[in-house]
């Protein structure tokens, strides 16, 4: 089979498509990729920046989607099955998979396998960030940064079906705001000044949540963006830096400043993916929740595809088409 390698940690550049063996499926289920979703930590893996660091080499790739080849009894999939898979944190970006049983999903047939490919890893991180986390109730105003990001897409794909009200996108350039409109975005706002932006599209009350998968130097702001009782969900650091908060803002409105890791939640928590999916998967198969709308780049070009994450020209999900 085919497979995106990475040999040396010198960035999305040195990564290679290569030809591997075909995994060992005993008592998993193996899945034939057609697609491969591309996400943030996939750059970071390939400078050894993330806090997983798999032995060298390794094949990249948290999600992915195909049919299933065989399952073992008991699986919530059979052979012949469409399929999303949760690699968790490497070794989708391969032409066959092998993985245990919880970690395999049945694919509605309104969702494509590239679609299917970019889902997973985003939206199941965003429902436990907005439900868990988050608290979000019917009604309220949710702030998304990055929202033209795999994170902030999905962010704006589900926060409506989990009720919120109104969704507002921030992002760093016009391009940009067509990407997030297109996911469902009520309200679109640049970076550059976005609090006030913010402050006027409310008329001073706030917003209930923000989502912020990108950190640095904006969270002071995202902050002073909450209305009494909001929530930052802590998701991730894009921007590069991680904040530090002043607490006394924390308890003069009182809001909260919430860590979001969802991986380690799901990996302690047995029964929390497949419980997830229940929740989300009627809603994808109604299109309640629309899909992803993925930019695909062929297998050929994996090292455009992660670098485009890392050098921020990604639009929306970044996906691999994994055979022709
Ligand atoms: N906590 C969890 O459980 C969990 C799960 C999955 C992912 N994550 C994290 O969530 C974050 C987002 O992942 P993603 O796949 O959505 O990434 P992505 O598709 O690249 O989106 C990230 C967004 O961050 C913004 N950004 C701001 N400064 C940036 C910079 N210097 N470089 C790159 N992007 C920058 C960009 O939007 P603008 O250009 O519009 O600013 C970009 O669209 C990552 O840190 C990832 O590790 C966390």
New binding site residues.
């Given amino acids: 089979m085919r497979a995106v390698q990475v040999s040396r940690l010198d960035g999305p550049e040195a990564v290679r498509v290569v030809e591997l063996d075909e995994p060992a499926g005993d008592g998993a289920v193996v899945v034939d990729v057609y697609a491969a979703g591309v996400?943030?930590?996939d750059?970071?893996l390939t400078r050894g920046l993330?806090q997983h660091k798999p032995e060298l080499p390794f094949v990249p790739g948290a999600e992915a989607a195909g049919v299933v080849r065989s399952a073992p009894a008991g699986a919530q999939v059979s052979a012949g099955d469409r399929a999303a898979a949760l690699t968790m944190l490497s070794g989708g970006m391969a032409q066959v998979i092998a993985l245990p049983p919880e970690q395999v999903f049945p694919l509605p047939d309104t969702v494509s396998f590239e679609a299917g490919a970019g889902l997973l890893?985003?939206d199941l991180?965003v429902h436990?960030?907005l439900t868990q986390r988050g608290r979000l109730s019917d009604g309220e105003t949710v702030l998304v940064?990055?929202?033209?990001?795999?994170?902030?897409t999905?962010a704006l794909r589900l926060a409506p079906a989990l009720g919120a009200a109104r969704t507002i996108a921030?992002?760093?350039?016009q391009d940009?705001a067509d990407i997030a409109r297109a996911a469902g975005a009520t309200d679109v706002v640049l970076?550059d000044g976005f609090k006030e932006a913010v402050r006027d599209m409310t008329a001073g009350s706030g917003v209930d949540i923000v989502v912020d998968?990108?950190g640095?130097d904006r969270f002071t702001d995202s902050l002073r963006s909450l209305a009494p009782g909001g929530r930052l969900l802590?998701?991730?650091?894009?921007?590069?830096d991680i904040p530090t908060v002043k607490v006394n803002r924390l308890l003069l409105n009182n809001l909260d400043a919430v860590g979001?890791?969802?991986?380690?939640w799901a990996m302690s928590h047995p029964g929390y993916l497949a419980h997830q999916w229940s929740q989300l998967q009627p809603l994808l198969a109604a299109g309640t929740i629309a899909p992803p709308q993925p930019e695909v780049y062929s297998l050929q070009r994996a090292a455009d595809a992660i670098a485009a994450?890392?050098?921020?020209s990604?639009r929306?999900?970044?996906v691999l088409r994994m055979r022709d």
Avoid: D, M
Wanted: glycine share 22%; charged share 10%; aromatic share 12%.
């Fill in positions: 996400a943030f930590p750059a970071l993330y890893f985003n991180t436990f960030a940064h990055g929202a033209a990001g795999g994170i902030g999905s921030v992002v760093s350039t940009k970076a998968p990108v640095g802590v998701v991730g650091f894009t921007g590069g979001v890791g969802w991986g380690a994450l890392e050098n921020r990604a929306g999900k970044v």
